[in-house]
């Protein structure tokens, strides 16, 4: 295993194991751009590569296949004619394949929803390649990459076609948790605060990628305006670069997860039309199914309204443009450091600090000691009261017990108020009428730093914090 990868230790084993499994291998590896896809592969299996190509953004057949026919002649001993389709590009690849002398023939083919233009045949020459010559050769280790992932998942994983059921694994890479974010900057010879690296991590949402642009030696404040409000920001204009990169016509993706992004427990489907001013119809089907795929947004369903999903913002880079880059009104090159503290700045820490909170359930789960207990994880919300009743997670267990979840994100122990109590026991008792009067209900509190006990911290059954959610 290499000693440069920070975390990944499923997927590492996963694709060692697939190596040496002595027949061949179709392997797709997908996730959001900028997560290490193409790092963790070259840096387990480069060495045994006996071919390797990369889809060229935004450009036509005959440039990917004379990309193609640029890369085999780097590996080839004989000669090749630059190909004319994608028929013939892999059988130029198979007689390259048949003359190699290694036992295991790995091909890696990154950011492979790029070579598949309009009319090039690409996925039916693939299609040629695996099922007429390589399924029978199990000294072939084919792995895929991309970013698309509706693509990969539509086109390969779930194809309905010659490549049904030909995919022999296939791996989803994560951000990284808040744990494997302390152990990527402790690499980088930065050791910062629990609080400190949380507050990177609802920035940049731990896309290694981000952070390995983070600067030794500077604070976080620093970085952050260094990255995101100077001049030369080397991140200023990533999340247009993001999305235009993974979706075509990507405004009207834009568009839906800026309306998502100023509501903290998600909307219907109709209620993002209406907010998002966009017309129904298949389009909006596919957008949000796209989204889901990359890891931008999640859906769940409410009890008792189980035909209705509710669709929410996961993707912490994607909140903080909305909240601080996208009116670009700000000209100020020390901002971040500025903003600390306003009011501006708290209200985006507490809905990111929610965000964080719903990305670490198992390490809460854990902390409970219920990983072992089969539940559902969801927002919940009553607007049928006056004010209305939000619930910022509840995590609903097989066991008849439901962990109502307060998230509060503070520079200090939490102190619990009369008034905040009241409101808690009312919050409490419209949940257990509404939807769970045969559950027990417990809440839980999640803070950075804990609650101070008091005369009204009694109400609370359980504590989660921020070290918590740092757990492995």
Not at 97 to 124: A, M, N, P, Y
Not at 126 to 151: R, Y
Request: aromatic share 12%; hydrophobic share 40%; proline share 2%.
């Amino acid at each position: 295993m290499s000693t440069t990868i920070i975390g990944r230790e499923q997927e590492i084993n996963r694709l060692q194991e697939l190596y040496g499994s002595k027949k061949p291998e179709f392997v797709a590896l997908f996730g959001r751009r900028r997560v290490g896809k193409t790092f963790l592969v070259r840096e387990l299996l480069e060495e045994k590569f006996v071919f390797d190509l990369a889809g060229l953004a935004k450009s036509g057949m005959k440039k990917q296949l004379l990309n193609f026919h640029y890369s085999l002649k780097k590996v080839a001993t004989q000669e090749f004619a630059a190909p004319s389709s994608w028929l013939e590009a892999f059988e130029q690849l198979i007689a390259m394949l048949e003359t190699s002398q290694k036992k295991r023939r790995v091909i890696f083919i990154d950011e492979v929803s790029w070579l598949d233009t309009q009319k090039s045949g690409f996925l039916t020459a693939l299609e040629h390649f695996w099922n007429g010559w390589a399924c029978s050769k199990k000294e072939i280790m084919l792995i895929v990459c991309g970013s698309a992932t509706s693509w990969i998942i539509n086109n390969l994983i779930n194809n309905r076609g010659g490549l049904h059921n030909r995919v022999t694994a296939s791996m989803q890479l994560f951000p990284f948790t808040l744990n494997e974010t302390e152990l990527f900057l402790h690499s980088k010879n930065i050791r910062w605060s629990h609080y400190q690296i949380a507050e990177v991590y609802m920035i940049m949402g731990g896309i290694p990628f981000y952070l390995e642009k983070i600067k030794q030696g500077k604070s976080v404040a620093q970085n952050i305006d260094n990255l995101f409000f100077s001049r030369t920001g080397e991140l200023k204009n990533e999340f247009s670069n993001l999305y235009a990169s993974l979706f075509d016509r990507s405004e009207d993706y834009e568009k839906i997860v800026a309306v998502l992004s100023g509501n903290r427990s998600g909307l219907t489907r109709n209620e993002i039309i209406a907010k998002a001013k966009m017309k129904s119809g298949n389009r909006i089907t596919a957008i949000l199914n796209d989204l889901e795929y990359s890891g931008f947004i999640r859906s769940y369903l409410q009890p008792k309204r189980k035909n209705e999903q509710i669709f929410q913002l996961l993707d912490a880079f994607t909140l903080f443009h909305f909240h601080f880059l996208h009116d670009k009104k700000s000209h100020d090159e020390h901002f971040w450091t500025n903003s600390i503290n306003t009011v501006r700045h708290n209200t985006w820490a507490g809905l990111s600090f929610e965000m964080a909170c719903l990305l670490h359930t198992r390490q809460i789960k854990r902390k409970l000691e219920i990983l072992g207990v089969q539940s559902e994880e969801y927002a919940w919300r009553c607007n049928n009261q006056e004010p209305a009743v939000q619930i910022d997670l509840l995590i609903d267990r097989a066991d008849n017990i439901v962990n109502l979840c307060e998230i509060k994100y503070a520079n200090t122990p939490y102190v619990l108020t009369k008034d905040y109590e009241e409101k808690l026991r009312e919050k409490i008792e419209v949940f257990r009428q509404a939807v769970a009067p045969r559950k027990t209900v417990h809440l839980l509190m999640l803070t950075t730093f804990g609650v101070k006990q008091n005369q009204y911290s009694g109400i609370i059954q359980n504590e989660v914090t921020l070290d918590d959610l740092f757990m492995i």
